[in-house]
């Protein structure tokens, strides 16, 4: 499975390769329990960029020739797969620890790498699809996975996907979420923020095609089974799309990388990244565009924030923006979990800071709930937190900021370094939060995030760790 004579290496580059992961997401959702899962705890609807990103980063390091960033990603992987469990709208349990749940999520990747080529015009060989397999089964085992979750041959592989298509999967709400709202609804990445006219033009055009290029793709089978539209033209559509994207494998290397791409859409034009200087004149040409779309077009013109300093904003909007982080409208545990997930993440913590911080947040949100629900209903409201909002910044929230700052601090100097610094925002230092020393003190971190969360004004470093798509 492990570096770059793995055949799956061969496909990680490919453009194609993500029309294929939104299939397979799509098909993973339809599966009830991790409908179920995707539904309370994931960031896909109001972070789906981020997510897109830590998916690609965490392929990496499983598909990597370094055995023990695999084993540590493993290990990762598997304690954030077990935070995740409870039970659905229809009182049905989940669990992402299931096995069974664990392997239909290799199962989507490995038949749709497939399908990417079929569809293609390319068909793998048998040799080839065989040795891919192995790859996907040995990913399995990496997580700790006993043998015998996917079938050990190929030809039994095709029956066993057969059966889940035709026998397990439903059109559940994440499905219908990921296909007619998340197409039609998707902020707009880092690079194009502060361009909603531009980002909205293209969206509307792009969004219905995604859609029906996905819907297309899947099985007919369940397609009829889900009463999934037919639209005309889809599948002509669907195809065209895979060719055309497919024939970018024969420009230059290193003109259409995965990897590239996967940080070009995360970059901020805040960071130092020398290419962020490049996407600052692109932004540039584009707010330029977006002027011209705006006395062309009906779309109404939306605030810009970009240049504007670090202006107020309502608790409300503070609430959509950083706190709504599964963008269900409400408050609760799940988004401060994604919270300590998301910074786990870039702080790449082994499992004691983890824990920590994944700690510290619970602690917050008992605070938060016992301090905003008024109703008891077991989550917070837009509106509930807007009334009680001078509550949040209670011991347990500095409690937060106290772990965030010893995670990020490796070296316990009690500052933050230049490195550090950029393995948590990534970015370099802004000149507002360095001192004369060039680092970042312990009390001006707290102080900093301790405003942030405050809710009432935005940050220029701290925004981009929580809220951006």
């Given amino acids: ?23 397979a997401t799509v098909l993973e959702a339809a599966h009830p329990q991790i409908g179920a899962a995707l539904l309370d705890n994931s960031t896909f609807v109001a972070h789906p960029w981020r997510r897109l990103r830590n998916t690609f980063v965490s392929m990496q390091r499983m598909f990597g020739a370094d055995e023990h960033a695999r084993q540590r990603e493993a290990a990762r992987l598997n304690r954030l797969h077990a935070r995740l469990n409870g039970t659905d709208a229809r009182n049905r349990p989940y669990d992402a620890m299931n096995p069974k749940v664990r392997a239909w999520v290799v199962a989507t990747l490995f038949e749709s790498a497939v399908t990417l080529c ?29 043998a015998g979750h996917l079938p050990p041959t190929l030809q039994e592989f095709w029956q066993y996907f057969d059966h889940m298509v035709e026998e397990e999967l ?78 970018a494998r024969f420009l230059p290397d290193g003109w259409i990388k995965a990897e590239n791409i996967a940080g070009l859409l995360s970059l901020s034009p805040d960071s130092d990244d020398p290419r962020a200087r490049s996407i600052t004149a692109v932004r540039d040409g584009m707010k330029r565009a977006g002027a011209l779309i705006r006395l062309i077009t009906p779309l109404p013109a939306q605030p810009d924030p970009a240049g504007a300093g670090e202006p107020e904003r309502s608790a409300e909007e503070f609430f959509d923006a950083v706190l709504d982080q599964t963008g269900d409208g409400f408050l609760d545990w799940p988004d401060l979990a994604a919270m300590a997930r998301e910074l786990s993440g870039r702080l790449d913590l082994d499992e ?4 920590k911080l994944y700690d510290a947040y619970a602690a917050w949100w008992r605070e938060l709930q016992a301090a905003l629900d008024t109703d008891g209903d077991g989550r917070v409201s837009r509106a509930e937190y807007a ?83």
Avoid: C
């Avoid at 539209?229 to 994207?245: C, D, F, H, N």
């Fill in 1 to 23: 499975m492990s570096g770059t004579g793995s055949q799956f290496h061969e496909f990680f580059n490919d453009p194609r390769w993500a029309l294929a992961m939104v299939r």
């Fill in 118 to 146: 079929r569809l293609g015009g390319q068909p793998l060989e048998q040799g080839t699809m065989d040795r891919l397999y192995a790859d996907f089964q040995a990913l399995l085992a990496a997580m700790g996975d006993q």
């Fill in 170 to 247: 439903e059109n559940t709400e994440a499905l219908r979420i990921i296909l007619y709202k998340l197409f039609d609804h998707l902020p707009a990445p880092p690079l194009l923020d502060g361009m909603p006219t531009v980002w909205a033009a293209g969206r509307a055009l792009a969004g219905p095609v995604v859609g029906a290029i996905t819907v297309a793709s899947l099985p007919e089978s369940f397609r009829r089974r889900a009463g999934l539209p037919e639209i005309p033209g889809a599948q002509t559509l669907m195809q065209s799309a895979y060719l055309a994207v497919g024939l």
């Fill in 352 to 355: 004691p800071e983890e824990n």
């Fill in 387 to 469: 009334a009680g909002v001078p509550s949040l910044a209670g011991p347990a929230l500095i409690r937060v900021a106290e772990v965030l700052f010893d995670a990020t601090d490796r070296d316990g100097s009690q500052t933050i370094d230049g490195d550090e610094y950029r393995a948590l925002f990534r970015t370099g230092f802004r000149r507002d939060v360095a001192d004369t020393e060039g680092t970042y003190s312990r009390s001006a971190f707290l102080k900093d995030f301790l405003s942030f969360m405050a809710g009432r004004r935005r940050s220029s470093a701290f925004d981009p760790l929580l809220s951006e798509a």
